[in-house]
């Protein structure tokens, strides 16, 4: 069994390495333009190139996102810009639009380039098509059941990436034009205002008050609302079918939810290659539950197991997890005993909390007492982005995570 490459989200700098530290393989991040997630923070070109120096030192991977579906007005800007990506040395390109993959070719000639979701792979010709073009990995659509998936990898030689984790559109692997019509933000550049999440009625325009029988309470409908996807049960299969990267998705979400989705992924992919063996019905609980503590919308399989009827959560049953991000560890004084904190939950004495370490540990933290940089004592951590200090006979590596601890899931 060889172990697929795990690649996450890096939405911002701090997230990028997030992600690396708790268990990504490699990590996929936006420029300031030609990205699908124009309201993350994304990456300056000077951030690029410290995140692709930070990767490397680990021996890890940095893709960059230039995905959009690309119109005239970008073409002139996108040439200079792949030069750069190159000039930097990336790990590769993900690139959705055939006119620009022919650009990266040109101006970023030695830059592998990994085909995105929004190309809509769903068949082996296509992936065979793009194999041709010059492609080295391909991200097939969502759309996919397992024995497809399979069929595609037997057929074509190149590298397959699949989504296991995150959010999905209502549309074929996000090509949407709900949010271009409804708010004059175009999906297929970046700008997304989620209508898909928005509450709907169906009515007939000649019988005005009459709505169509759908399943429904009190707030009405949520018909485009999916479900997140969650296919971590199918992790032992998808190695086997020889999948060569999990993709998770996510590059609007806080630190702990990277944190923690990279952590289990790590986890059950190496339980399946050290154990050369499926991990065990317990052991996936326990991952779920990890999952489950970060907030979240009701899971689906998506279509891995052929059409669904759990995809739609038409009553927007979101799921506001157990554990809340509380704060990132900026440093140690051992002299001190001191765990210095960034606050970004207000949190205080008394209350249930963990460090989430990088190396996968959890630890238990009993707050009995609380400073502020000038020395003060303090009840509760108040201010965003607040510098706090905690007593810790125990070194806390800079990067972790400080989480409040749900009832559930307090030890």
């Keep these: 069994m060889r172990k697929p490459e795990l690649v ?72 200079p810009y792949l030069e750069e990506l190159a000039g930097l040395g990336v790990d590769g390109l993900i690139i959705s639009d055939p006119g620009v993959m022919r650009l990266a070719k040109t101006y970023a000639p030695g830059v592998p380039v990994t085909i995105s979701t929004q190309a809509n792979i769903s068949n082996y010709e296509s992936a065979a098509l793009y194999r041709e073009l010059g492609a080295s990995r391909i991200v097939l659509a969502r759309e996919l059941s397992l024995p497809e998936i399979i069929d595609i990898k037997q057929r074509v030689d190149v590298k397959l990436e699949v989504f296991v984790h995150g959010a999905m559109c209502v549309s074929y692997s996000g090509r949407c034009l709900l949010s271009h019509y409804m708010t004059g933000r175009s999906a297929n550049s970046g700008a997304c205002a989620h209508p898909c999440r928005y509450l709907y009625h169906v009515v007939e325009e000649k019988r005005p008050g009459q709505y169509y029988p759908l399943e429904e309470d009190e707030r ?76 979240t919308r009701p899971y689906t399989n998506g279509f891995i197991e052929g059409e669904s009827a759990s995809i739609q959560d038409i009553e ?96």
Excluded at 361 to 389: C, M, S, T, W
Aim: glycine share 8%; charged share 25%; net charge neutral.
């Design 220 to 295: 009405g409908s949520y018909i485009f609302n999916s479900r997140d996807l969650c296919l971590l049960e199918y992790v032992p299969q998808l190695i086997e079918a020889g999948i060569d990267a999990f993709k998770i998705e996510g590059r609007m979400k806080s630190p702990l939810y990277v944190a923690t989705v990279a952590r289990v992924y790590s986890q059950a992919l190496d339980c399946c290659i050290n154990n050369q063996r499926p991990f065990t019905d317990q052991e996936l609980q326990v991952w779920l539950a990890e999952l489950r503590s970060v907030a």
């Design 8 to 79: 996450l989200p890096a939405g911002d700098f701090e997230k990028l390495k997030t992600a690396l530290l708790f268990g990504a393989d490699a990590v996929y991040a936006g420029g300031k333009e030609f990205s699908l997630r124009a309201f993350a923070g994304n990456l300056t070109l000077a951030e690029i190139s410290s995140g692709l120096n930070y990767a490397h030192q680990q021996g890890k991977k940095m893709y960059i996102t230039v995905n959009i579906l690309a119109h005239n007005r970008d073409i002139n800007k996108l040439p």
């Design 316 to 411: 927007k049953q979101e799921i506001p997890g157990r554990d809340d991000f509380c704060g990132v560890v900026k440093g140690y004084d051992g002299a001190k005993s001191m765990v210095e904190i960034e606050q970004r939950a207000n949190f205080g004495l008394g209350e249930p909390l963990q460090f989430m370490l990088p190396d996968s540990n959890i630890i238990d933290l009993q707050l009995k007492y609380l400073f502020d940089a000038e020395g003060n004592i303090l009840d509760r951590a108040r201010h965003p982005l607040q510098r706090v200090f905690i007593p810790f006979a125990q070194p806390i590596p800079e990067h972790s995570i400080l989480r409040r601890v749900g009832e559930k899931n307090a030890t």
